[in-house]
């Protein structure tokens, strides 16, 4: 199972990025996939979710309304499309799967098997 984030960068608040993520050695809904974050002297957290179904998604309060995640099953891609940007989302976002389902919101970091090596946002004030 490989993941590859791309699409971050330098931004201004306000403005938006879309972060893709391609995927290979397991199909999109076979497992739980998300996007999480690791802010400087923060804990990663679950941005957003999708469960293998494709049935559910999941946001964290922070990005609700801001953020989009979604997949392209043919294209083997994941994206997370966000707009509204703040300086408070500035982290390194990775792209995830993992065997384990989603339950009322994203799985917890530690119970996600497979990360890609993460795409840094950065937001200016």
């Known amino acids: 199972v490989q993941l590859q984030a791309s699409g971050g960068g330098l931004v201004q608040a306000g403005g938006s990025l879309r972060l893709s993520c391609a995927t290979s050695?397991?199909?999109?809904?076979?497992?739980?996939i998300g996007w999480f974050r690791q802010a400087p002297e923060k804990e990663r957290e679950g941005v957003a979710c999708?469960?293998?179904?494709?049935?559910?998604?999941y946001y964290t309060d922070s990005v609700k309304g801001r953020f989009t995640i979604s997949r392209d099953n043919a294209k083997k891609t994941m994206y997370l499309e966000m707009t509204s940007l703040k300086p408070e989302d500035t982290a390194v976002y990775y792209c995830?799967?993992?065997?384990?389902?989603?339950?009322?919101?994203?799985?917890?970091?530690?119970?996600?098997?497979?990360w890609g090596a993460g795409t840094q946002v950065t937001v200016s004030s």
């Open positions: 995830v799967a993992g065997r384990r389902r989603t339950v009322g919101g994203c799985p917890r970091p530690s119970a996600m098997e497979y």
């Open positions: 050695g397991f199909t999109l809904h076979s497992l739980t």
């Open positions: 999708i469960s293998s179904s494709g049935g559910f998604t």
